[in-house]
């Protein structure tokens, strides 16, 4: 089944619109470019004021040309572009591409003339990448239809940009540097085609084994995150990003978000994140190259102190650590040089290094388990041999399990050596600086595949019986118009889902006050009830280990004196009471969740308590989490080291904190409307985690009928969806959907079938499930694919007994499907039953229809599709096949 887009990158006919022969005119170069470039379809060039146009006939509009167009190239004034995409539509043309500009996006005529040629070309169902768009080039089928004079040679590499002078910038480093493209594409931040939809033509696009992204802004943050997600299991995706600081946009408004909430969404999308067009390449060419660090440890070996320094320096700033030597590996060095190996990481071999010195140093290091990932740097001192050191480390990287990346620094005289470096498949640069860069990018690379493979989400049916309780506490608020929770409103919600909170009453006199305290038992915090005061302490609004009962109406009265005084027109609902927490060992931590306006609910993690603000000591995730996920995130910030054993303090519960953190995110996930948290401080010791004080605030502004997870940008695994069947013979199956830690089970599912099953569901005599596609099949992104397992126990073993999933198909409007049951729960109604729930998956989705091919000779499952309503036809490409389709809405 072809791409939806696969008319727009792979045309059979281009009408290039505004078509000139005129100096310096858009049409001019973009027809030009394409004829150079030899574009193998149909060329046409259109208009009205010219005959021909480099000796081709021209035609006065799209329209004349008598046939169907895949793409127009609209190169026109600004003015007409509306008039022409009329044409285009009444002449049945598929995708346009509006190079033309001068539509003023910032100003409401602007974006008024925009909206309605987009309105316009929809209702003609004509796809559009700009306006204002560079253009798009495949120099593998010669097309370039790129407003520049820099072609591009073919290539693997992909690069998506919205930035069309990025676009130029980009294609002349790459021609300089021989760097190749399969495609380049210039987006616009009004485009109708958006980076979601060329992402997942990209997946399928077998010319592209890299992709490169040039990102200003993200319109819809789900589909861009579920294709870049999906892209990035099978294709390094590198990412540049400009925007870091906070400078303002000419819309006065960054439409990307904040900077470090794109850092956390890369990170959980598994790409890479670099900060300039060298940083870009490079990474690519070493991904390509298959160069892989092991961990995120460096060792650094160089001829030169200052050289040293900077590679340190530059490690330390990205936060790479430098690797601690063993005592032998000191040993070792010594006696290369005496005084390199007095245990410090840089190793300085001296200028007057020898290729044999280089050597026996990298050869050391190998030797030593806790070393994996190496920086070689050469400076060219009178003494220094650059070839023949390249030679000797080539050489020991042929024998090693070491990860090397060098730097050959200077100009002429290392030149052939750097050349050597290249050959061998090592990465080679001309600074320290680079080099570090280098192997940061590509090890955080690796880091974040990691955590691509984690689902997160509720598992479990854990929270789920007080998730439903949780849904009731936030209705009846939302019911009384209320957004914001009190701390005893808020610390309940926490409760709902698992998270230990101190006990919490509000007094609304001094004398309730005084049977509150007496309830709870001494000593009590007291703190200001206030909807208008966030801060209490900064508004002295809390009195702190309160022992008596007298104490109680003094602090009480001075409480609510004191905040009146700090903040006038605040409403004052009373004093809440608690027990005073005495946690000698604790260590006092802050979670908290905000709303970004493009990803949605994000998570944020550090020093909390007083501490917090000062330390300025925080990380960020997308939600949903899942114990690995918060152990990143914890691990992200300074204020980790402290939760291990510290001076005189015992190792925190780690778990406990963990714990904490998931079911934060379990929250944020199940209850669409909260727009705030803030646990602070959660104190954390040896015996587990507690929240102190907690501030959550709801949002009415939920659409109604929306989907259950539409506020995440992130899909979380649907536990919702998990169900136990009894099936007629008296048998119960559990039918869940799939996770990455049903390898052994889907394993064990494959080798118990019969090879009339496995030949039925693969279609070929398949003798074992390679490890691809157990993790292809048990790594799923639930947005845009499902698989619904049906399991079963014996002993108290569990064992899979079915399956049924679809994925999304190339249109982009329908789903293809894949059944197989166990060969012993065959003819029991399981197939039926796990097709009738994939199809009521796909249809509340949204998709058309759900596709599947069958083999002719297989009655049994052309007679259970008949029978659940699917139309079986000849299949299209070959003859011992079926297509089978049913449309999932009237």
Known sequence: MPHYLSTLFEPASIAVIGASEA??????????????????????????????????????????????????????????????????????TRNAVIISS????????????????????????????????????????????AFTRISASPGETALISQSGAMCSV????????????????????????????????????????????????????????????????????????????????????????????????????????????SQLFFAAKALASSFRPRGESLAIVTNGSGPAAMAADRALDLGTPLA?????????????????????????????????????????????????????????HAMTEPVEIARAVIDV???????????????????????????AGIPAFRTPETAIELFHNVSRFYHHQRLLLQTAGQTTDAHWGSGGGARMLVEALLNQRRSLLSSMESKALLRSFGIPTAQTMVAHSDTEALFVA??????????????????????????????????????????????KQHHPEARIQGVSIEPHL?????????????????????????????????????????????????????????????????????????????????????????????????????IVDEAGAIAADARIRIDHGLPAGSDRYAHMAIHPYPAHLAQDWKMPDGRTVRVRPIRPEDAGLLQGFFDGMSPET??????????????????????????????????????????????????LAPDGESVEFALVVADAWQKCGLGRRLMGALIDCARSKGYRQIVGDVLGDNPKMLRLMHSLGFHVHPHPEESTLRQVIKPLHA
């Open 518 to 563: 007496e309830q709870i038992g001494f000593p009590v915090v007291m703190k200001i009830d206030s909807p208008d005061v966030t801060h209490k302490s900064d508004a002295g609004g809390v009195r702190l280990n309160i022992t008596r009962t007298e104490s109680v109406w003094n602090a009480y009265h001075d409480i609510v004196k004191t905040v």
């Open 758 to 807: 496995r030949y039925y569901r693969f279609m070929e005599s398949l003798q074992e499930l390679p490890a691809s596609l157990i993790t292809r099949f048990t790594q799923i992104d639930y947005d845009r694919e499902m698989a619904l397992i049906a399991i079963a126990s014996e002993g108290g073993a569990e064992y899979q007994v079915g399956s049924a999933r679809y994925t």
């Open 102 to 145: 001068g539509f003023h996006s910032g100003s409401k005529s602007g974006a008024a003339q925009e909206k309605r040629i987009l309105d316009t070309a929809r209702a003609a169902g004509i796809r559009v990448l700009g306006p204002n768009s560079l253009g798009i080039l495949r120099p593998e089928i010669g097309l370039n239809a």
């Open 324 to 380: 601690d030597f063993s005592a032998t590996t000191r040993e070792a060095l010594d006696r290369l040089r005496p005084g390199c190996g007095r245990g410090s990481n840089p190793v300085d071999l001296g200028g007057d290094a020898t290729p044999e010195r280089y050597r026996d140093a990298l050869l050391a290091l190998a030797a030593d388990p806790a070393i994996a990932n190496v920086l070689v740097i050469l400076s060219p």
């Open 397 to 423: 990287a042929g024998q090693v399990k070491l990860t090397i990346c060098c730097s050959w620094m200077g100009g002429g005289q290392v030149a052939e050596a750097r050349a050597l470096l290249d050959k």
């Open 170 to 277: 980009v294609l002349d480093w790459a021609a300089t540097n021989q760097v190749g493209f399969s495609s380049v594409i210039s987006l616009t931040s009004g485009t109708d085609v958006d980076f979601g939809e060329i992402l997942d033509y990209l997946i399928h696009d077998s010319r592209t084994r890299h992709i490169l992204l040039y990102v200003d802004c993200i319109r819809n943050a789900r589909r861009f995150m579920s294709a870049l997600r999906s892209a990035a299991r099978v294709k390094p995706i590198i990412v540049l990003k400009a925007g870091r600081h906070d400078t303002g946009t000419p819309s006065g408004e960054d439409a990307s978000g904040s900077d470090a909430v794109f850092d956390a969404a890369m990170r959980r999308a598994g790409v890479v994140r670099v900060q300039n067009i």
């Open 23 to 92: 100096p310096q005119s858009v049409g001019r170069v973009i027809f030009g470019n394409l004829q150079e470039a030899g574009f193998r379809g149909r060329l046409h060039a259109v208009n009205p004021k010219y005959e021909s146009v480099f000796g081709q006939p021209c035609h006065r509009s799209v329209e004349d040309i008598g046939g169907r167009v895949d793409l127009a190239i609209i190169a026109t004034p600004a003015r007409t572009v509306h008039s022409v995409m009329e044409q285009c539509g009444r002449a049945g």
């Open 582 to 682: 005495s946690r000698p060992h604790g260590r006092e931590l802050m979670i908290s969740m905000f709303r970004d306006p493009v990803f949605g609910p994000v998570l944020r993690f550090g020093a909390g308590g007083r501490d917090g603000g000062i330390l300025s000591d925080q990380a960020l995730a997308l939600p949903p989490l899942n114990p690995v996920l918060a152990r990143d995130l914890i691990d992200s910030t300074r204020v980790a080291h402290t939760l291990d054993a510290f001076h005189e303090l015992p190792a925190v519960n780690r778990q406990a904190l963990e714990q904490v953190l998931v079911a934060v995110s379990d929250m944020v996930c199940e209850l669409p409307w909260i727009r705030e948290v803030e646990i602070n401080p959660l």
